[in-house]
């Protein structure tokens, strides 16, 4: 009877290694920290099955069902979350809203990381007048608040979802550009960079490949402060009318509508404020705890 091969033998334990890595992470965050992946996975939940679990179309109007309270307020069970001032179903809404905010921050996150990477090895790989000038756009970005930048930028050229995605992109980028420029510059400094420049490997190489899978944790922690700041500005820009435009519904979309009825259907307020200051405050706090896990700065 053949023994079995070495790959063959590796394979399970390699899963059972890494089931136990996930349990052991798992058991050591804290329970405000469980608590607050747990909504992250029921939201993602959410915006994925969206079309699945909502009762009704996002924008099916009911003009006799208009502002229906609540089941905790004494409405029907027709509508769990009310209706709003068009008869549409919230909890509907919501759902749909939900995937429409996290596709915006996710999209959003993901190009603002990538331009920022890309400029930090740029500054360190060049140096010299390139560095100074990726260092003065940083200080720039920095310095000027981003709500004018994207206010003038919707009012000016219209807005469309590419757009205002694309102009979500560019928030945060700087953050991402100063860690990479340091990292770098200190990798490059360090034995297995040389090592591989020696080897004849292309810079491209060398960055995708070796420097960036080093300096990626502490990228994480970086994304994972970003994210939560990206949906707020969504969300304010869309409350102003400036953000997602009908027929498509966001958080801050809902958010806008639902301030002229605050008193008299707040309801309509209320659901989407919750989501979005339950979701932030839970990406902020899981962020906190891979900063404090992954960042080797802080160990």
Not at 64 to 86: I, Q
Not at 250 to 255: A, F, H, K, R, W
């Amino acid at each position: 009877m053949n023994a079995p091969s070495l790959t063959e033998k590796s394979q399970p334990e390699d899963a059972v290694s890494s089931g136990q890595s996930a349990a052991m992470l798992i058991r050591s965050m804290p329970f405000l920290v469980r608590l607050c992946a747990f909504w992250i996975v029921v939201v993602l939940l959410i915006a994925l099955s969206a079309d699945f679990i909502s009762p009704y179309s996002y924008s099916q109007l009911d003009l006799l069902a208009r502002l229906n309270p609540p089941v905790f307020w004494g409405g029907s069970s027709d509508h769990w979350l009310g209706t709003d001032e068009l008869g549409r179903d919230v909890m509907s809404r919501l759902f749909h809203s939900v995937r429409i905010s996290l596709l915006v921050a996710f999209i959003s996150t993901l190009l603002s990381a990538t331009v920022g990477v890309l400029m930090g090895f740029a500054a360190a790989h060049f140096r010299g007048w390139v560095e100074q000038l990726v260092l003065t756009l940083v200080d720039f970005q920095a310095s000027m608040p981003f709500m004018i930048i994207a206010l003038a930028v919707l009012a000016f050229f219209g807005n469309t979802l590419v757009l205002f995605i694309a102009l979500m992109g560019f928030y945060g980028w700087e953050r991402s550009a100063r860690i990479a420029r340091g990292l770098t510059i200190a990798a490059n400094e360090q034995g297995y960079a040389a090592a591989v420049y020696d080897l004849g490997a292309s810079p491209w190489r060398v960055y995708l490949l070796h420097i960036l899978p080093n300096i990626a944790s502490t990228l994480i922690v970086s994304i994972t402060l970003t994210f939560p700041e990206v949906i707020l500005l969504e969300s304010g820009l869309s409350f102003l009318g400036l953000g997602v435009q009908p027929p498509m519904t966001s958080l801050g979309n809902m958010v806008g509508y639902g301030r002229e009825y605050l008193q008299t259907a707040p309801w309509i307020l209320l659901a989407p404020s919750t989501f979005i200051v339950v979701t932030t405050f839970s990406v902020s706090m899981l962020g906190d705890w891979l900063r404090d896990r992954l960042d080797p700065t802080l160990n």
